[in-house]
């Protein structure tokens, strides 16, 4: 969902290899850089965090919506870091994950297999 300006040295504590590979946590990471072709998947990541909050909202809190925040506050931050585009570039990116421009890997939550 980003680029890593230093995958040998996460912010958090998800680190697998001795390389940050954790790919939720990239956008919660102090390395994580974010660029315009990163913005309809980190929309579409949130579309399928909300899909699971609707199949079990429990689950949901205690596993997803820290990474749902995180997610949104990334948007929030680049719109703020890009005051000229940052705007229009989110919005054309949620319209390219609503219409399925961009795919991710499914979300599985721990207790489904």
């Known amino acids: 969902m980003c680029h890593c300006a230093d995958p040998n040295n996460p912010s958090h504590d998800g680190s697998i290899e001795a390389e940050c590979r954790h790919y939720d946590l990239c956008l919660g990471c102090e390395q994580s850089v974010i660029a315009k072709e990163h913005l309809p998947y980190i929309c579409l990541r949130i579309i399928q965090y909300e899909a699971e909050r609707k199949k079990d909202p429990l689950i949901w809190a205690a596993t997803f ?32 994950a609503r219409e399925g421009h961009v795919s991710l890997p499914p979300i599985i939550a721990p207790t489904r297999k």
């Open 65 to 96: 919506e820290d990474r749902w925040c995180i997610a949104h506050d990334a948007l929030e931050c680049y719109i703020a870091k890009d005051k000229q585009y940052g705007r229009i570039l989110v919005d054309d990116a949620w319209r390219s």
